[in-house]
């Protein structure tokens, strides 16, 4: 007995352990952001961890500097760019939500001829590289007048929310049984209703889960703007390409940027915290 | 509280699947009736008509005076239990049962009052503010019924209402829900596959098969004398032996004799008229397993058999014997801690009156 808790106290510090190990591995490069965007010019190519830390570069980034206001380097335009990614990638979010969940709900519930094929269709949209649909995309875009606009990113964006929220919540409707709607009808409710006041309360997890997958994959996309976006929907990912020029790489303001330009992502997921765990464990729905 | 009355109900899916064909069915004021039979036979399409959920394809049904067959499901007054209780998962238990009564907007103290009342019958009190999801098998059947009766339906269905429930709960519930019906009074329909539960509960029996309903009475009646030979082997545990024979005269007694000849067996006087006004040369003899006795002596007198053990089972309270005659195999319940091995040669006699003869073509009895 005793040398068997003994054990199982080893084997709990030892996981501890390596997990603490892990989480330093992995937070590792955020912790090196953190510190690079916190030094000046000089020290940036030092590995010192001790310095005098300085806020110079994130003032640069949000409100400019003397040297930009004088034309020496770009002006930043860094809150431009921060909105821009706010609203695209929301946007995307959302248009994929009034989109993805009918449709979600559509593939649970009703058989209809192609149902599995539309299913892959959609999956599909994942498998293409970026880059083989870039081109003739933005051809596309130019002809439609979709090019640098917000809502042409937010529509491209579909190709990387739709199919997650769908194929999500589609196991999760399948996971709710069609007798709880039936008993709804018999009860005496409307198919909204139940709707909204049943079904939606056990999507929840799912639907948190991956809204804000979808979110951080939008929001996270460089190749979309970059080719499909020009100065007007310019995002915090295509920007921060702007830091480092052929004269001189600015990386303590891509730093400061990049810190910045995380920080929705991590409230976000804070926010629904204890939604993720549930979520991303498909299937949770019980009755 | 209505009668129910089915007139020539069809149900036919898309793709030409007739689930349902010319049903009639009367199912009288505060009567508690089970639909019976196996899967597929038509049970579960005939109950979600009678709720709504289905739609009737032909004929008319009527809930007391009002045809229902147009009326949405909320609209006719039935409350249905189902096989998976679909209880809404995020309402509290009490939430689950006043569901129905919120949305026929009854006043909120009118609510709480049948709320707690149906829910003291169904001793749930203590759990009404649980989710279901907290709450074990037993619980969830009692909720979902609770929730189906708290309307005072005309017409209650329950939906194989215990097949998700140990046995220790079922055979309580069975109690229970007798009970239940006791205090009601509403007229019940209870589907089920299991006649057990038919036969517990119900004060009549409804078979189905194929679509097509076979034989409605009470259990004595579908038991004591079936209509056909599917009622006969569905109704009655160890089902029902067939014997296919064809009858012959000789010398002025009546024999049956099997196709390959491996038995005669000298017709009860009982039987010889109804096989003669029948007149028909193939016929399917059926015999309980428990309406067969083990001869000490061989006989020769009428009704009597002789075959060889294929297999002896002792299940503590009774035996199970298989007998091999020729190529017709009959099971027998017999005494236990009988000491038969396989070879053994066996003597039977069927009781003359428990026999039941049927037309190997129609399989309709006679």
Known sequence: ?287 | MAELRLVHIYKTYKGGVEAVKDLNLTVADGEFLALLGPSGCGKTSTLRMIVGLEEITGGEMYIGSRLVNKLAPNHRNVALAFETYALYPPLTVYENIAFNLRAKKVAPAEIDRRVRAVAAMLEITDILNRTPAELGGGHKQRISLARALVRNPDVFLMDEPLSHLDAAQRSHMRVELKRLHAETKSTTILVTHDQLEAVAMAERIAVMNFGVLQQVGTFEEVYNHPVNEFVAGFIGEPPMNFLPCRPQREGGQLFLISADNSFRLLVPDLLCSRLDRAGIQQVDLGIRPVHLDLLDQPGNGPGELQGVVSTYESLGEEGQLAVSIGAAALLVVTPPELSLRRGDTVHLRLRASQIHLFDAKTQAAL
Do not use: C
Not at chain 1, 48 to 67: E, K, S
Not at chain 1, 198 to 221: D, E, Q, Y
């Open chain 1, 1 to 287: 007995m005793q040398t068997e808790k003994a054990q199982g106290r080893l084997a709990a510090v030892l996981s501890d352990a390596f997990l603490i190990l892990y989480f330093l591995f992995a937070l590792f490069p955020l912790v090196w952001m953190v510190l690079v965007s916190l030094k000046s010019g000089p020290e940036l190519f030092t590995t010192q961890f001790v310095f005098t830390p300085t806020i110079d570069n994130y003032i640069a980034i949000l409100f400019g500097d003397a040297r930009a206001a004088a034309g020496v380097v770009a002006k930043q335009e860094f809150p431009r760019n921060f909105m821009n990614s706010l609203i695209t990638s929301s946007g995307a979010v959302l248009i994929s939500l009034l989109v993805g969940v009918p449709a979600a709900y559509a593939l649970a519930r009703y058989k209809f001829r192609g149902k599995e094929d539309l299913a892959f269709t959609f999956l599909s949209f994942r498998f293409a590289p970026e880059l083989v649909v870039i081109i003739p995309l933005s051809v596309v875009y130019r002809q439609l007048g979709l090019y640098d606009t917000h809502l042409g990113i937010m529509w491209v964006y579909q190709l990387v929310t739709l199919p997650l929220l769908i194929w999500v919540l589609r196991s999760y409707f399948e996971d709710i049984s069609p007798d709880i709607e039936q008993a709804a009808m018999i009860d005496g409710y409307s198919w909204w209703h139940v709707f909204f006041k049943i079904l939606m309360p056990l999507v929840r997890p799912g639907l948190a889960a991956a809204a804000l997958l979808a979110f951080i994959f939008a929001w996270n996309n460089f190749m979309f703007p970059l080719v499909l976006g020009g100065s007007n929907v310019q995002t915090v990912t295509v920007a921060s390409l702007g830091y480092i020029s052929s004269a001189q790489g600015f990386f303590n303001r891509m730093a400061a940027a990049s810190v910045l330009a995380t920080l929705p992502q991590i409230l976000l997921a804070l926010s629904i915290q204890r939604y993720l765990i549930r979520g991303l464990s498909f299937g949770a729905v019980k009755g």
